[in-house]
């Protein structure tokens, strides 16, 4: 194979915005059909980004044979039964962020990849957290640069999807911003020091006439020793997101975006530096995507990882409600 030929599932804002302006970077990728539950939405997709097919019923874009891999960009409590439709269709498969909003979810689509994976079938799932700055972080705490981790911090947020989308409807999202940019958080700072083994969790509605939640804080006891934290918010105005990992030996710091990294060591002189990272590449996730495929090679987003993030952001709603602490069950 020399080629990716993909179907998409979904052709709302993250479509047309995210995912099929990415495919059009890559020569080794190829659009061939849309389906959408609307109809004239998915005709529109189609002829906008010269798919071959269009679709309201996801089912006859997945019986097609020239249909190599499918990307999941619907509504988030939709992910899970979709991509185990595209899984048994034997179709690689992309799934938008979160994976989905309920962790008997998770499960199931963790053993359907499973079973998809060992017939060879590639699995890639959302947020990719893999930016050459945010690599380089990985590496560096990995191999003990900046000592034991001590405390983590993650924080993304911006200030809301707009209120007359259906990111505030609790009857089609489900769970509101916890979910939607918690995930970013979440799978960032895990994706960095590892798997938690318990979790509690604040999560509030904060601006009127919402009602779905909009500011989320998690407190994370690290399965290394440490402690973790994440933050995200629908309502706040200017921002200075990123990552700060402290450890025994130094500090490292992600600037927004994961673009840059500043690092504190104590020795051989205490003092900050600034390493030396190579752009990142256009269109990364999916070009990350379509070269595991041509390569025969493992995806980075696992979907152990992305199960382990949906424990965490569930536990957040649980403490919520009972205040106290969950233990986890996942890792990844």
């Not at 020569?27 to 109809?39: I, R, T």
């Not at 993650?154 to 007359?164: L, S, T, W």
């Not at 200075?240 to 600037?255: A, F, K, N, Q």
């Not at 975006?257 to 190579?278: K, M, N, Q, S, Y």
Request: aromatic fraction near 6%; hydrophobic fraction near 40%; proline fraction near 6%.
């Amino acid at each position: 194979m020399t080629r990716v030929r993909f179907g998409i599932i979904g052709a709302g804002g993250i479509a047309n915005g995210f995912h099929l302006p990415d495919l059009r970077q890559i020569e080794q990728a190829e659009l061939v059909a849309v389906a959408d539950v609307d109809g004239e939405r998915a005709r529109a997709t189609a002829e906008r980004w010269g798919a071959k097919a269009h679709y309201s019923d996801p089912a006859q874009l997945l019986a097609r044979e020239d249909v190599d891999a499918c990307i999941v960009a619907t509504w988030h409590p939709t992910h899970v039964p979709l991509a185990i439709e595209v899984l048994r269709a034997g179709k690689h498969l992309l799934v938008q962020k979160p994976l989905t909003t309920r962790i008997d979810q998770a499960n199931a689509f963790v053993r359907a990849a499973s079973r998809a994976r060992s017939r060879g079938q590639k699995v890639q799932c959302l947020p990719f957290n893999w930016t050459p700055a945010y690599d380089l972080a990985r590496r560096l705490i990995g191999d003990g640069t900046i000592g034991q981790v001590c405390q983590a911090r993650r924080r993304v947020a911006h200030g809301g999807p707009g209120r007359q989308s259906w990111f505030y409807n609790p009857e089609i999202a489900e769970r509101g911003a916890g979910m939607d940019m918690g995930v970013y958080a979440v799978s960032g700072l895990t994706g960095l020091v590892g798997p938690a083994r318990r979790a509690f969790g604040l999560a509030k509605t904060l601006e009127k006439g919402v009602r779905i939640d909009d500011n989320v804080v998690i407190l994370l006891e690290l399965a290394g020793g440490g402690l973790g934290v994440t933050e995200t918010s629908w309502t706040q105005r200017g921002t200075r997101d990123g990552t700060s990992i402290h450890g025994s030996e130094g500090t490292l710091h992600l600037e927004p975006g994961d673009a840059e990294i500043h690092v504190f060591l104590t020795r051989p002189a205490p003092g900050w530096f600034r390493p030396t990272v190579p752009a990142a590449p256009s269109a990364a996730p999916h070009r990350h995507f379509v070269d595991c495929i041509l390569r025969d090679q493992t995806p980075k987003g696992t979907p152990e990882h992305a199960r382990h993030a949906v424990e965490i952001m569930c536990a957040a709603y649980e403490t919520e409600k009972t205040g106290k602490a969950v233990k986890l069950k996942t890792t990844f």
